[in-house]
Antibody, heavy 120, light 114 residues
Framework: QVQLVQSGAEVKKPGASVKVSCTAS????????IHWVRQAPGQGLEWMGI????????TYAQKFQGRVTMTRDTSTSTVYMELSTLTSEDTAVYYC?????????????WGQGTMVTVSS | QSVLTQPPSVSAAPGQKVTISCSGS????????VLWYQQLPGTAPKLLIY???KRPSGIPDRFSGSKSGTSATLAITGLQTGDEADYYC???????????????FGGGTKLTVL
């Protein structure tokens, strides 16, 4: 079945970086863009950016410009999201989500989420 | 502070109908498609509505979406206890200068089925 499987939970110290992976299966990896969305504890959804697995182009939310890097590896159908200079405010569940296509800007398949905890 | 505005909570009895509103602006809802997601406790969000009023395969027709101007509404009829969840609206936001800002969401609405 179509699914996105993310890497496991992470605990990081302030100032460190974290890299979360998202491996796609059940569909053609290069056919759909992948978004990253995060959710702080008890809070709403926050869009971080989007990557095109085919050409590698990406767009980042202004808030994360300079601190986030999204990459992909077509040989393993995996996209990565790396966030640097972490603070306690980056403690959140990070989700990857597949773009539905058709310019609807909808996310039809979500990963299970990766909890990132930033604590000294 | 979320870009899109939703009521924090709504409630209704089983079998009844409930609506959740989502208010935005000309740079997001006013010019782009509205999406709705359902998030059950401890799980990833699930796409309920896309393209303002379209349902993905497997989503029952008890869920419906509409849009008018810079506002949108999610309606759920025949409420079930399993519908208790957080509901989020979203839309792409395009600044007036044409520079894409990205996807914006509402703060979420907690639905309680009494």
């Amino acid at each position: 079945q179509v699914q996105l499987v993310q890497s496991g939970a992470e605990v990081k110290k302030p100032g460190a970086s974290v890299k979360v992976s998202c491996t796609a299966s059940g569909y053609t990896f290069t056919s759909n863009y992948i978004h990253w969305v995060r959710q702080a504890p008890g809070q709403g959804l926050e869009w971080m950016g989007i990557i095109n697995p085919s050409g590698g182009s990406r767009t980042y939310a202004q808030k994360f410009q300079g601190r986030v890097t999204m990459t992909r590896d077509t040989s393993t159908s995996t996209v990565y999201m790396e966030l640097s200079t972490l603070t306690s405010e980056d403690t959140a569940v990070y989700y990857c989500a597949r773009d539905y296509g058709g310019n609807y800007d909808a996310f039809d398949i979500w990963g299970q989420g990766t909890m990132v905890t930033v604590s000294s | 502070q979320s870009v899109l505005t939703q009521p924090p909570s709504v409630s209704a009895a089983p079998g009844q109908k409930v609506t959740i509103s989502c208010s935005g602006s000309s740079s997001n809802i006013g010019k782009n498609y509205v999406l709705w997601y359902q998030q059950l406790p401890g799980t990833a969000p699930k796409l309920l509505i896309y393209g303002n009023n379209k349902r993905p395969s497997g989503i029952p027709d008890r869920f419906s979406g509409s849009k008018s101007g810079t506002s949108a509404t999610l309606a759920i009829t025949g409420l079930q206890t399993g519908d208790e969840a957080d509901y989020y609206c979203g839309a792409w936001d395009s600044s007036l200068t044409g520079v894409v800002s990205g996807v914006v969401f509402g703060g979420g609405t907690k639905l309680t089925v009494l």
